[in-house]
């Protein structure tokens, strides 16, 4: 079974500062998806990046880039220059290309962001 | 793109309580639908997930249940509540079809059971 493991409960960056945050997972399957998403107070769920398994290139959505090492299974994110509006839970997730109800969930990164 | 609606927002109702959350999808056809449970401070579980009208699929037994009336309306129930049932009920949707990748999320209910 896939397992995804988010081992930062908490980080906390000042405020225009780079953080990252870590995602392991475990999975037999060659092809896949990942993603990361935030979890503002309001707990709407929020897309912030994804990547596909078979790209060698990381994802990048303007402030946010990932670093996907495929031999290794990590899939962290890289926060630049944070605001205070990127204070949130972050959850890593992975995806099977193979089976559509496979989406595991990590625990989650809960991110202060200091003024 | 879709839109996805949850109803109601915030939900308290006793033990021993039926339950009824509904999600409803805008801007898509015969997509695909999931409910998830939040606990307090952990991640998500999938309860349920449905690939067309009247086809449901559980992933954790439980006392809750699951149906799909309409192409886009997604219901979520339970004939009598436990205390275990209280946390954030989120609905998801992805395009039809295999491979699809990105799920989206629904505003979600936050459920309290005393």
């Known amino acids: 079974a896939q397992t995804v493991t988010q081992s930062q409960p908490e980080m906390s960056v000042q405020e225009a500062e780079t953080v990252t945050l870590s995602c392991t997972y475990d999975?037999?399957?060659?092809?896949?998806?990942l993603f990361w998403y935030k979890q503002p107070p309001s707990r709407q769920m929020i897309l912030v990046i994804r990547q596909e398994a078979y790209k060698q290139q990381n994802a990048t959505e303007n402030r946010f880039s990932v670093n996907f090492q495929k031999a290794a299974k990590s899939f962290s994110l890289k926060i630049s220059d944070s605001q205070l509006g990127d204070a949130a839970m972050y959850f890593c997730?992975?995806?099977?290309?193979?089976?559509?109800?496979?989406?595991?969930f990590g625990a989650g990164t809960r991110l202060t962001v200091k003024p | 793109s879709q839109t996805i609606h949850q109803w109601p927002a915030t939900l308290v109702q006793p033990v021993g309580s039926p339950l009824s959350l509904e999600c409803t999808v805008e801007g898509t056809s015969n997509p695909n639908l999931y409910w998830y449970r939040q606990a307090a401070g952990r991640g998500l579980q999938l309860l349920f997930y449905s690939v067309g009208i009247g086809q449901i699929s559980s992933e954790v037994p439980q006392n809750l249940s699951a149906s799909r009336p309409q192409d886009r309306q997604f219901i979520l129930s339970s004939k009598k509540l436990l205390l275990s049932d209280s946390g954030f009920y989120l609905c998801?949707?992805?395009?039809?079809?295999?491979?699809?990748?990105?799920?989206?999320f629904g505003p979600g209910t936050r459920l309290t059971v005393l």
């Open positions: 997730a992975y995806r099977s290309l193979y089976n559509n109800n496979d989406m595991r």
């Open positions: 999975t037999s399957e060659s092809d896949y998806y």
């Open positions: 998801a949707t992805d395009p039809p079809g295999l491979g699809t990748d990105t799920q989206y």
